[in-house]
């Protein structure tokens, strides 16, 4: 929950302060926007709304002293034929005149002088309209009596062949390579530099690298990144499945329809979403949410079960949906912050979900049926906390709203191995997509809490391990493609290691600085060496507490005191603030006997942030060659839409 606070609260400070963002609609540099913008590439037949807006700066340095023109004409031409009006060319009606207006600062000085700058807008929307012909198009906009904003838009020319039936996308949330270098010294033993063991993710015959910028911004959230993933289309930050326009509702900016929905729409495929966060987060909302506001959680919750409200579009059923997030489900007489104040279970029970709110009931359940898995508040216990640590699951977290702890939850394996049983014995010759998620490593990267998250990318790789088990036992890994990858990064690595012991025992930061060893001086990994595995797989440590830690860190930190060892006592809190302040300082009870380091971003982060590297792209199964080499994020799209088949808007020649 940390996170997303603390990813909401930037978004309400969006255009009034965070630095570079000072602008007034980012994919759109000057007063006549087209959103989808210059340079947006599609998939034959997608559906997208288009958004048009004229803005009328009154004042600041764009005011140009012209009054807000009305009158603005919009053409598409493919390449080589004559243009159109949009209403000819999509055959579609006029829309209405829309008018608005907002204000923006134009920098940090114009935000602590309080002067917003203030822009009159019209616009108009045309919704769910496709290109079916693949090439080169010219959007144009006509506005101020002589001005004019282009847009070249490409429809990406794809097979038209399905090469696989099944498609897993596997996301580490925040996960980097870094990240997987650390958890496979954690987890896997070595014998004079050779592994004895190594990653499912390791074994993976095709690596790639793919870009998570945004369209408007270098660092991404997980909203925008995964709309790239889900839509081939980038965005804001907090942008699902849309580009972000002007205007205050957070439900009317233009859509873009998602691999899910083309994929249900052309096929009848099932459709399956796991994760380890509340439910309603931003990477498993992706699947199907359309909304430039990732915040707005109960609706998108609605949008599970109902489709898109008050719009004509894309409705792809859910058939599996696990996760956490109860707080969207039960009602608010128990406290829930429900859509429209309904009871989730119910609404979902009603359109024949089962109903699953904790492991034993989940592995019980039918596979025949569709299931809501919800097994407690906000996000998942962690694996550390489910198998090292379990006393810190007893917290006030039941699914059911009662205020008990929530002691028997699911793992990602559980859930991702259910969910795929499911899908196999629904969808039949359709073939099926699912998103499994691992979100804490991105969760507890945020809050420094290294050891949980690579636990959590250990228990991600053990995943994918019995998953690829799973289908070769039941002949199915040949018929699925299987990706994994990231939505973005963090700025983690592993420097060395830490005498938690001799550091613990000096006085003076400079003086315990001396525990740190590095190069030679970093040995072995203590975490899995003592051949004693405690647990039942042996691809996770066997001592989360040893007396040689990792010294690992990230490159971007709100002030906190380090002292590398376990967190014993649940998910890190490493900086606080007076009651009622955004100052954050170190929190005085964590890391007891460590040394106190000062942040470096600005002092209302109380976490880490995402950073800008490339994220690895691991595949496996049919298509796999498309995801080699170094890519754009929206190429993932493409790729999974080129290995379904989905290239024309229409069912695909089934070739699998
Ligand atoms: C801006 O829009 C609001 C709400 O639509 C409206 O009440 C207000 O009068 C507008 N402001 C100006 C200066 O036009
Ligand atoms: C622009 O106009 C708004 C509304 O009248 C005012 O609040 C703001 O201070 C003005 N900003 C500048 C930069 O002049
Ligand atoms: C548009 O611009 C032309 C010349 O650039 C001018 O003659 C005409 O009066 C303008 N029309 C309007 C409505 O402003
Ligand atoms: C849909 O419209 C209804 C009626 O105006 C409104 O109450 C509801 O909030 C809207 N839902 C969304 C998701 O915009
Ligand atoms: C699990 O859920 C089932 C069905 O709701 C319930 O009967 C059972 O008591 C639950 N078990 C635990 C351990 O909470
Ligand atoms: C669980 O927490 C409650 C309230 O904090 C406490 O009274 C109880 O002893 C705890 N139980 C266990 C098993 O730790
Ligand atoms: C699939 O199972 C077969 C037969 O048990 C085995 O030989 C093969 O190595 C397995 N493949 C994978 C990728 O696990
Ligand atoms: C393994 O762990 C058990 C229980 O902690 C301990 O009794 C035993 O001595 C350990 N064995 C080795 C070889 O370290
Ligand atoms: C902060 O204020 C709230 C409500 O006023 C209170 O419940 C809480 O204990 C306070 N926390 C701290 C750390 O002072
Ligand atoms: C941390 O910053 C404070 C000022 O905010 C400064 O007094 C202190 O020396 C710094 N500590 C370190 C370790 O740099
Ligand atoms: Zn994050």
Redesign the pocket.
């Known amino acids: 929950m940390k996170c997303i606070c603390s990813i909401a609260a930037a978004a309400v400070l969006l255009g009034t302060a965070s630095a570079q963002s000072f602008r007034r609609l980012g994919a759109c540099p000057t007063l006549g926007c087209v959103f989808p913008p210059d340079q947006a590439d599609f998939l034959a037949g997608q559906y997208f709304d288009i958004r048009l807006e004229v803005h009328q700066p009154t004042n600041g340095s764009e005011a140009i002293g012209l009054p807000l023109d009305e009158r603005f004409t919009f053409t598409v031409a493919k390449k080589g034929a004559s243009a159109k009006q949009a209403v000819e060319y999509f055959k579609i009606q006029e829309p209405k005149l829309e008018k608005w207006n907002f204000t923006y600062f134009e920098d940090l000085f114009a935000r602590d002088a309080k002067r917003p700058s203030f822009v009159n807008v019209a616009a108009k929307a045309y919704r769910r309209v496709a290109l079916y012909e693949p090439g080169e198009y010219t959007a144009t906009l006509n506005y101020n009596n002589g001005s004019k904003t282009e847009a070249t838009w490409l429809v990406r020319d794809l097979a038209e062949e399905r090469k696989a039936k099944n498609i897993i996308l596997f996301i580490g949330d925040g996960m980097t390579t870094n990240m997987i270098t650390a958890a496979r010294l954690i987890g896997h033993k070595t014998i004079n530099g050779k592994y004895q063991t190594t990653m499912a993710m390791d074994k993976f015959p095709v690596l790639g690298h793919q870009m998570t910028h945004s369209i408007d911004s270098f660092i991404t959230d997980s909203a925008n990144s995964a709309a790239a993933l889900n839509t081939g289309h980038k965005s804001t930050v907090n942008c699902l499945n849309v580009y972000a326009d002007s205007s205050k509702d957070a439900f009317d900016d233009p859509k873009v329809e998602t691999i899910a929905e083309i994929f249900h729409r052309l096929t009848g495929g099932r459709i399956g979403i796991v994760s380890t966060a509340y439910i309603a987060d931003a990477t498993p909302a992706a699947l199907v949410a359309h909304t430039r506001n990732r915040g707005q959680y109960a609706a998108i919750v609605d949008t599970f079960l109902n489709g898109v409200q008050n719009y004509t579009w894309t409705k792809a059923p859910i058939d599996v949906l696990f996760g956490g997030g109860a707080e969207q489900f039960y009602p608010p007489s128990l406290g829930g912050v429900t859509y429209q104040n309904k009871n989730y279970y119910e609404e979902f029970a009603k359109q024949n979900y089962q109903i699953l709110q904790n492991r034993t009931s989940l592995l019980a359940a039918k596979n025949t049926e569709k299931a809501l898995g919800i097994f407690t508040v906000s996000n998942m216990a962690k694996w550390l906390d489910r198998n090292v640590y379990r006393q810190n699951l007893n917290q006030s977290l039941s699914p059911t709203g009662s205020k008990g702890p929530a002691l028997d939850q699911p793992g990602l394996k559980d859930m991702t191995l259910k969910a795929i049983d499911i899908l196999q014995a629904r969808s039949g010759k359709d073939g099926w997509l699912l998103m499994s998620e691992a979100a804490s490593i991105d969760k507890m990267m945020h809050v420094l809490d290294y050891d949980r998250a690579l636990g959590e990318l250990l228990e991600l790789d053990d995943t994918i391990k019995a998953t690829i088990a799973k289908l070769n036992s039941t002949k199915s890994l040949k018929e699925t493609l299987i990706l994994v990858t990231a939505d973005h990064g963090h700025g983690f690595d592993v420097m060395g290691s830490v005498d938690t012991q001799y550091m613990a025992a000096q006085s003076g930061d400079r003086k315990k600085r001396d525990a740190i060893g590095v190069y030679e001086q970093s040995g072995l990994s203590q975490y899995i060496n ?3 595995l ?1 647990y039942t797989d042996s691809n996770f440590p ?1 001592n989360w507490d040893p007396r040689y830690t990792l010294f690992q860190g990230l490159m971007a930190d709100p002030d906190r005191r380090e002292n590398w060892k376990v967190h014993k006592n649940g998910p890190r809190v490493p900086a606080r603030a007076a009651n009622g302040s955004t100052d954050y300082y170190a929190s005085p009870s964590d890391g007891a006997g460590g040394i106190l380091l000062n942040g470096t971003l600005p002092v209302e982060n109380d976490q880490g942030v995402h950073s800008l590297t490339d994220v690895p792209v691991f595949a496996m199964g049919p298509c796999q060659e498309e995801f080699g080499g170094v890519y754009n994020s929206p190429d993932i799209f493409f790729g999974m839409a080129k290995c379904f088949g989905l290239g024309r808007g229409t069912p695909p020649k089934t070739g699998y």
């Open positions: 003592t051949g004693n405690t066997s």
